[in-house]
């Protein structure tokens, strides 16, 4: 595809932005309780605010909005599917946060430049805020007023329960674990990445491809792009851990080594990770090709943004 | 209604048992990684299925099937949808009960009998075995074979994810948290325990009504059915927790009067809560003859058995 106007990731992303913190705004504290209707305690949607909004890359939304547009055509505004697909994956990735740094996993301090939910909620809320955006991102799949059809929510539904569950995130949370401290071959590694990191981002894509109708050839060629971004998403994530500061990054930088966690760095080196990392945004872009979509522009763009990212 | 033979719950349930145990058993482990194709990892398998298996009384998958009898009129063999939503139903109580258990929570040792999760498995293996369970009820909901309808599928996954989420089980317990030495009135502990128990035991009957195509009038009915057990099972727990011995409950009996938390029993005394657990045992029945339909003896045994159990 040429462009007469080059295509200015930013620029696109802001405007996207804008809508997704609105809806995640809005649609966090729908069910509060407000006295006249009883709904959701305020003490427990003040932890899951915190949790959700205000911070972070939005990734994981910024795909599923990519994908919808690359799959529908659509450019401008998201449908409602796109959109709640968009806040539902970032309210998973949200609580997943919530739980990993609590004391019993990663017990850290600090994230996205402030306090940890437990820290300053404490442990008890934390862990059910954490609960409670998890089923909140299937009331959002789910809405009652017909603005997004059946077969799509229940789309919708199976593929980001599969991408959060076992043989998903959770699945490469316990993966990552019970390594701690041991050795794990590149393949082990691999694996317990595409769980951890890579089921997630891969679904993002894939939802925002449901929601736009995509073909079955064009769910494959964007499965395999989703692959490669979250196999090279983390490469980089372990690249940044030795190399960024913890200002830089809004999270404590060189953990990992400090508990001599597995990273592609300690396997592979520094040299051979960052080529490791180009090769897969190679094969990114080849997907991409594979597709034979119409304007895939956001997607590449955000595939080059993971891999070039500085925090 | 009237019927020649007189129904046995007992044998009712040990038939749904028998199958909902075997569903259970085969989909908690369906995901295994076995090897040959990559899945969930063994360690966090085994704790949900520790979690889940091999103890409980099922009452929210007997009250989906019972649910869905009464409305379908079937009587034998379960439909993939009821059965699909009696097991999630299932995996989102135990999700609970394990969250629930731990240190930062109620910090218990002893569930149906047994050392809890997180004293079996650690603390992070029982945090991620809960957050594995709970995307699995949704996985399970969700099936890519064409054994449920995709419109009966969302519609399950919006009433399990609002029972569980921050308007339901979590919402309830967040207030169960905050209210841990204060003062309730009777009207705030009623809120509490809809969304904390009432919550998922109203959705039971409501997932099963609509895996057998209830009209909207049926389906208020049995609402009203499921609003009065989930209460009234609340009031008998409070009632047991200070009658009944920690051998016959299978948990810590006595320890919600130990910690200073607000109960009925607390609140109205003994006696003023058995009479109200009976008033409440009244109002399911009134509400079952209300719905009108053929058979609604699994229900109202159900109901009997809410408020008669001794554990």
Known sequence: MTHTVPFVLEAWSRQRLQTVERCL????????????????????????????????????????????????????????????????????????????????????????????????????????????????????????????????????????????????????????????GGALTEGALRHMHQLKTGALLRCSVLMGAACGGASALVIEALAQYGNAI???????????????????LGKTAGKDADRAKPTYVSLMGLARSRAYAAELLGQAHAALALAGLADTSPLGALADMVVHRSH
């Not at 407000?34 to 959700?52: E, F, Q, S």
């Open 25 to 180: 705004d809005d649609w966090v504290s729908a069910n509060l309780d407000t006295g006249a209707a009883p709904g959701a305690p305020a003490d427990l949607v003040a932890a899951m605010r915190y949790a959700v909004l205000d911070g972070g890359k939005r990734l994981r939304p910024l795909l599923v909005l990519a994908a919808f547009e690359a799959v529908s055509g659509h450019r401008a505004q998201p449908s409602t599917a796109a959109l709640r697909a968009a806040c539902s994956v970032e309210l998973i990735h949200a609580y997943s946060l919530v739980h990993d740094d609590m004391p019993c996993m990663d017990n850290d301090v600090l994230r996205r430049g402030k306090p940890t939910v437990h820290v300053q909620f404490g442990q008890a809320s934390a862990l059910l805020a954490g609960d409670a955006l998890q089923a909140m991102a299937f009331e959002l799949l789910t809405p009652s007023d017909g603005s997004v059809a059946p077969d799509v929510q229940a789309r919708l539904c199976a593929l980001l329960s599969r991408a959060a569950g076992s043989t998903g995130m959770a699945g490469g949370q316990a993966i990552d674990l019970a390594s701690v």
């Open 230 to 248: 979250g196999l090279a998403f983390q490469v980089v994530d372990d690249v940044l851990d030795v190399t960024a500061d913890s200002a830089t």
